[in-house]
């Protein structure tokens, strides 16, 4: 071979390695009441990054879905095709309790254990953890009506992914969807046309057009439609008891950015059988209890690609060389490294802190449930729109070997925004923060608490807490309230995550986040940690080995 063709200074492949390997996960998870199930997290961890799974991410993304509305013979059929890698992520996930364990394991830390897992698994890919994460949050929703959680809610919990159209009584375990999204409304659903009928014996007939339906494959929806009452939530199979097809017409599947291995598709309802689930009327109160639980899992999948990206970063840092040294040992990557960890690290503390009040709040905390609420709404707003920034700054550490797709970076960098829109894009989540202060104004007593607990510990964060108060005292104008939801969102996250890191974190990264998200010493792009920052104790965590 030419010696042109000799390869070097090119990082070698990076698997073979564990995505459990976080000390600001796993100390969180002991903490927080979920140390029980470290053994679990770790081994998910491993298996999330081996060379198979990695495989099967690679190939599952790089073989979307096709639908097939007609069978051969002209017969309408409406099924999504998944390439084989699809049905072993899912297999994995499922197995592993990701979808609904907590509701089955009534154990302290049940959910907090559960997040690790999906924060764990969701770095190899995150495409499938959307049908995941909507059979975890329906099951809430769905004991709005006992009958029915009764017969579906074990089949939901059950461990066994049975993938294919059948009856869902007579299958081993169901996937469950959610079906909200209209054309003319989008994230207002209360403008949904979709009508319900009702048919006489205990169902409705539904009809209507769906805009966005993610995961329409699953075995059952929970899905809004207007009746006599006005908006009421619904479940829908997608197989009758009878073993013929509900009328759920799959009209095509949405050519996305990101999430390319998950179908999302336009659906037509044509008089589909569905059950009532809740009061007639109260659809939005029953089916919210669902969105608060897919926005935690969108909290845990931009902290989840977060931690890809700077591990991928770091890896290639720590490999290459560039002006006679490797990137890793040069003052700039190093800073730049270091504020992906520091925004890294945040991020998880922060999410991990919301599935402990999840526990907490199931338990019957009314504290926490307030904390919930309030840190939920503005933590999906400001950890998600970080993801998109966190994914371009760790491709670009890669330089034009992040841009290519062999890299993986691409994907990561691609899944990133959906995060921030699924379930209330930006200023959807900015608002119901201000509609949390509302209608909980507890929300705000439970965070100060959380907040002031850290009280002293560092001037920075006294500092911004305080401003947290003023900016709350110009909220008395509802016109200029809104003006300033996203800032009081932003606020609200970055002085929770300051406490969290202050009292349970890394003092390096702790240091480092206060003197640059609270103490305004930082520029406005990564890489401008200020000159007193410890970016060697910071890097060497962020490159640990737990043991």
């Known amino acids: 071979?030419?010696?042109?063709?000799?390869?070097?200074?090119?990082?070698?492949?990076?698997?073979?390695?564990?995505?459990?390997?976080?000390?600001?996960?796993?100390?969180?998870?002991?903490?927080?009441?979920?140390?029980?199930?470290?053994?679990?997290?770790?081994?998910?961890?491993?298996?999330?990054?081996?060379?198979?799974?990695?495989?099967?991410?690679?190939?599952?993304?790089?073989?979307?879905?096709?639908?097939?509305?007609?069978?051969?013979?002209g017969h309408r059929i409406d099924e999504v095709e998944f390439h084989p890698s699809w049905h072993e992520l899912m297999t994995a996930a499922v197995e592993s309790g990701q979808h609904a364990a907590p509701w089955a394991e009534a154990r302290p830390g049940a959910h907090l254990v559960r997040a690790a897992k999906f924060y764990v698994w969701a770095q190899a890919e995150p495409g499938h953890g959307c049908p995941v994460s909507m059979t975890y949050a329906a099951i809430p929703a769905l004991r709005a009506q006992p009958e029915l959680a009764a017969v579906y809610e074990p089949l939901l919990a059950s461990r066994t992914y049975d993938y294919g159209l059948r009856p869902p009584l007579g299958k081993q375990g169901l996937i469950a969807g959610m079906s909200m999204t209209e054309k003319q409304g989008g994230s207002d659903v209360r403008a949904n046309t979709t009508t319900a009928v009702p048919a006489g014996d205990g169902s409705y007939t539904i009809t209507g057009h769906k805009w966005f339906t993610s995961a329409p494959m699953s075995d059952v929806f929970l899905v809004l439609a207007q009746t006599a009452e006005g908006l009421t939530c619904f479940l829908m199979p997608r197989v009758l008891p009878d073993g013929t097809r509900?009328?759920?017409?799959?009209?095509?599947?949405?050519?996305?950015?990101?999430?390319?291995?998950?179908?999302?598709?336009?659906?037509?309802?044509?008089?589909?059988?569905?059950?009532?689930?809740?009061?007639?009327?109260?659809?939005?109160?029953?089916?919210?209890?669902?969105?608060?639980?897919?926005?935690?899992?969108?909290?845990?999948?931009?902290?989840?690609?977060?931690?890809?990206?700077?591990?991928?970063?770091?890896?290639?840092?720590?490999?290459?060389?560039?002006?006679?040294?490797?990137?890793?040992?040069?003052?700039?990557?190093?800073?730049?490294?270091?504020?992906?960890?520091?925004?890294?690290?945040?991020?998880?503390?922060?999410?991990?802190?919301?599935?402990?009040?999840v526990d907490r709040?199931?338990?019957?905390?009314?504290?926490?449930?307030?904390?919930?609420?309030?840190?939920?709404?503005?933590?999906?707003?400001?950890?998600?729109?970080?993801?998109?920034?966190?994914?371009?700054?760790?491709?670009?550490?890669?330089?034009?070997?992040?841009?290519?797709?062999?890299?993986?970076?691409?994907r990561l960098y691609r899944e990133a925004p959906l995060l921030?829109?699924?379930?209330?894009?930006?200023?959807?989540?900015?608002?119901?923060?201000?509609r949390a202060l509302q209608k909980e104004p507890a929300g705000l007593d439970a965070w100060f608490a959380e907040v002031d607990a850290a009280a002293g510990a560092d001037a920075r964060l006294d500092a911004a807490a305080a401003r947290v108060r003023t900016l709350l005292a110009e909220l008395s104008d509802p016109a200029r309230a809104q003006l300033l939801a996203r800032r009081l969102a932003e606020q609200l996250t970055l002085v929770l995550q300051g406490s969290?890191?202050?009292?349970?974190?890394?003092?390096?990264?702790?240091?480092?986040?206060?003197?640059?998200?609270?103490?305004?010493?930082?520029?406005?792009?990564f890489g401008t940690l200020p000159a007193g920052a410890d970016l060697g104790a910071i890097l060497d965590r962020a490159s640990a080995k737990e043991s």
């Open 246 to 357: 509900n009328a759920m017409r799959l009209q095509r599947l949405k050519d996305k950015l990101g999430n390319r291995s998950n179908a999302s598709a336009e659906i037509e309802y044509e008089q589909a059988v569905a059950w009532p689930v809740g009061e007639p009327g109260r659809g939005v109160r029953t089916i919210v209890e669902m969105v608060n639980m897919t926005r935690l899992d969108c909290v845990l999948g931009s902290a989840a690609g977060m931690r890809a990206g700077l591990r991928q970063a770091v890896h290639h840092a720590a490999h290459r060389r560039a002006f006679g040294a490797e990137l890793i040992d040069q003052p700039l990557m190093r800073n730049v490294l270091a504020d992906l960890a520091v925004e890294s690290e945040a991020a998880t503390l922060l999410a991990m802190r919301l599935a402990a009040a």
């Open 1 to 73: 071979m030419s010696a042109t063709h000799e390869v070097f200074n090119q990082a070698p492949p990076l698997t073979g390695f564990t995505t459990a390997d976080d000390p600001a996960l796993l100390e969180a998870l002991r903490r927080e009441g979920g140390g029980w199930g470290e053994a679990e997290v770790r081994a998910l961890g491993a298996r999330a990054g081996s060379e198979q799974v990695q495989d099967w991410a690679r190939t599952a993304e790089a073989n979307p879905p096709v639908l097939r509305t007609h069978d051969r013979y």
């Open 500 to 525: 969290l890191l202050v009292r349970h974190g890394d003092p390096a990264v702790a240091d480092a986040f206060c003197a640059s998200r609270l103490g305004a010493d930082w520029g406005n792009a």
């Open 361 to 410: 709040s199931m338990a019957g905390d009314t504290g926490e449930a307030a904390l919930r609420r309030l840190a939920l709404a503005a933590g999906k707003y400001w950890v998600c729109k970080r993801g998109s920034t966190h994914a371009a700054e760790a491709l670009e550490c890669l330089g034009g070997n992040g841009y290519v797709e062999e890299s993986g970076m691409p």
């Open 420 to 434: 921030s829109i699924w379930e209330g894009s930006g200023n959807v989540a900015a608002l119901d923060v201000l």
